[in-house]
């Protein structure tokens, strides 16, 4: 079933209502931690699939991954 | 180092070498729109006076500067990337085309950890952001849009779309917006 527009709208709205209450300072505050974020859960995730991988073998392989999201995003 | 850290040094080796640059992609929609993640920081540079070994060299060893330009193939421009483990830093020259030289002459300060960066306006985020027209920058520009809304200068973003081509894309975008 696709997702209910009105819903999608009603958490658009909300987004763009949270966004206005932070300053641009806090909002890209807030992006470095996000990607922090993301990407230790990323890491987590490498660790779970690969257990005997190396610290360094898990950052090459989530570089990969960013690199490849990098590339899907570059499309039009 | 994180992502916070990496694009600060980068800024402080910006400003101590005197460069002219605005911060634009990722952090500047993020900057003027909604929070998201990015794992890549974009600066147009008046690469006059500075190269980007200079640029490289005050970073440190940590970064290392890509022996060779790249092109983006979708952009058409042509960069110079500085990296950090998994964060290239996307070095674009300043252009001598119109729009690219009143984006930076438009460019806004602005305050970020204590320190004073260059970067570009929200105005020229969207119309920039309409010109490349990739997913990820149609979203950009939308919740530029969105979250913006009447602070922006409307009569700028028509001239330049109309300049571009980009109108009719520009008003999709609003209109997909939903009403508050």
């Keep these: ?76 | 180092m994180n992502l916070h850290d990496v694009t600060i040094a980068f800024l402080d080796a910006l400003e101590s070498l005197s460069c002219e640059y605005i911060l634009v992609g990722g952090i500047a929609a993020t900057h003027y729109g909604i929070v998201r993640s990015t794992y890549d920081v974009d600066a147009v540079v008046e690469l006059e006076g500075q190269s980007v070994q200079q640029i490289a060299a005050r970073l440190g060893a940590a970064f290392e500067l890509d022996p060779q330009q790249s092109f983006e193939v979708f952009t058409s421009k042509t960069m110079r990337v500085i990296r950090v483990p998994g964060t290239p830093f996307k070095i674009f020259p300043l252009a001598k085309e119109p729009f690219d030289q009143e984006r930076f002459r438009r460019r806004a300060r602005i305050q970020l950890e204590h320190r004073q960066v260059w970067m570009t306006t929200p105005e020229d985020l969207v119309v920039q952001k309409l010109r490349w027209a990739r997913r990820k920058d149609l979203t950009d520009a939308q919740d530029v849009l969105a979250v913006q809304g009447d602070a922006l200068d409307w009569p700028y973003i028509y001239r330049w779309c109309d300049e571009h081509g980009t109108r009719q894309l520009l008003e999709k975008l609003r209109s997909e917006i939903p009403p508050e």
Excluded at chain 1, 21 to 44: C, K, P, W
Excluded at chain 1, 59 to 64: A, F, W
């Design chain 1, 1 to 76: 079933m696709p997702p209910d527009k009105d819903l999608l709208d009603a958490i658009y709205r909300d987004k763009i209502r949270q966004a206005r209450q932070m300053t641009g300072e806090e909002r890209v505050l807030a992006m470095f931690e996000l990607t922090s974020a993301a990407l230790r859960i990323n890491a987590d995730g490498v660790r779970n699939q690969f257990p005997q991988a190396s610290n360094e073998e898990v950052r090459g392989i989530v570089c990969e991954r960013i690199a490849r999201l990098r590339r899907m995003h570059e499309r039009r």
